[in-house]
């Protein structure tokens, strides 16, 4: 019975360089949830799939950041151009539970991205 | 639209006080309301929750009743333990979005 799992736990890079961040929810989990988490921060939503598509992205702070869910499982966030304002710690979190956000989310434990 | 305001930490309490940490949202609709935690060390996990007005989440010993005339979900504890001591986060489901205090440190010294 594994839990939300993310890779890398750490990931250090240049200003100016391109990231992609890992999410393995949870088996059969349908929904699926990216944050970002500041410093001193809770976590702010970025992104929500319902199966393969985006059901909503208006957090996405800008085009820089992308993300993909192609076959309803793994997810991946795409960050270009990073800048220093983009290190963060980012969360995924996975629910049974679709549509209204009424359910429980099972969070993974994060990747600290660091932008020099 | 949808925010929550937290209590500001951190708050150290001596084991067995009593613990509360204020929670009030604004909202459009009716959302759901939570708590979440998050032990040293460890990823967030979901406390508590509630999903209508005057519902009383609890677990752990830890309550917090859904007020809609106050819009308040205050988190209370009547005697803490040394391993409360975590980051507690409000948070707030409305649509497809969730949104979270900016969390409370408890540290409870023995």
């Known amino acids: 019975g594994a839990g939300v799992s993310q890779t890398p736990s750490n990931k250090v890079t240049e200003k100016g360089k391109y990231v992609e961040l890992r999410c393995d929810p949870i088996?059969?989990?349908?929904?699926l949830y990216w944050y970002r988490q500041s410093l001193g921060q809770g976590p702010e939503f970025l992104i929500y799939?319902?199966?393969?598509?985006?059901?909503?992205d208006s957090g996405l702070p800008n085009d820089r950041f992308f993300a993909v869910r192609p076959e309803g499982s793994v997810s991946t966030l795409k960050i270009q151009r990073t800048e220093r304002g983009d290190s963060a710690v980012y969360l995924c979190?996975?629910?049974?539970?679709?549509?209204?956000?009424?359910?429980?989310?099972?969070f993974g434990p994060g990747t600290r991205l660091t932008v020099t | 639209g949808n925010s929550v305001t937290q209590m500001e930490g951190p708050v150290t309490l001596s084991e067995e006080a009593f613990l509360t940490i204020n929670c009030t949202y604004t909202?459009?609709?009716?959302?759901?309301l939570f708590w979440y935690v998050q032990y040293p060390g460890e990823g967030l996990q979901l406390l508590l929750k509630?999903?209508?007005?005057?519902d009383k989440g609890s677990n752990k010993g830890f309550e917090a009743t859904y007020r809609k005339e106050t819009t308040s979900f205050h988190l209370e504890k009547g005697s803490v333990q040394v391993s409360d001591s975590a980051v507690y986060f409000c948070?707030?489901?409305?649509?497809?979005?969730?949104?979270f205090g900016t969390g409370t440190s408890l540290t409870v010294i023995p």
């Open positions: 979190a996975s629910s049974s539970e679709p549509g209204l956000a009424t359910g429980e989310q099972y």
């Open positions: 088996s059969g989990h349908t929904a």
């Open positions: 799939f319902q199966g393969t598509g985006a059901a909503d």
């Open positions: 909202a459009t609709g009716y959302p759901s």
């Open positions: 509630a999903t209508k007005a005057d």
């Open positions: 948070a707030l489901g409305g649509g497809n979005q969730f949104y």
